[in-house]
């Protein structure tokens, strides 16, 4: 912690000169209109179905190394 005189006062900055400070990070606005339009609502919902059932529909065994039985 530094400490500075300023006439008979002690001023005291914490973190300033420590090892490792970060200084707070400057405050960003953020523009939050019109963040999901309905199209793109839609692509997320089929990437999703995509991720979740696409498995089922895939063919896995693209040799056709595996029999199966009837």
Do not use: S
């Amino acid at each position: 912690m530094r400490v500075a005189a300023v006439g008979c006062r002690v001023r005291k900055w914490p973190g300033h000169g420590v090892f490792g400070h970060l200084p707070d990070p400057p405050k960003r606005v953020v523009d939050l209109t019109g963040g999901v339009t309905a199209d793109n609502a839609q692509r997320v919902h089929l990437i999703n179905a995509f991720r979740r059932y696409g498995y089922l529909e895939a063919q896995l065994d693209p040799l056709d190394l595996r029999q199966v039985e009837p």
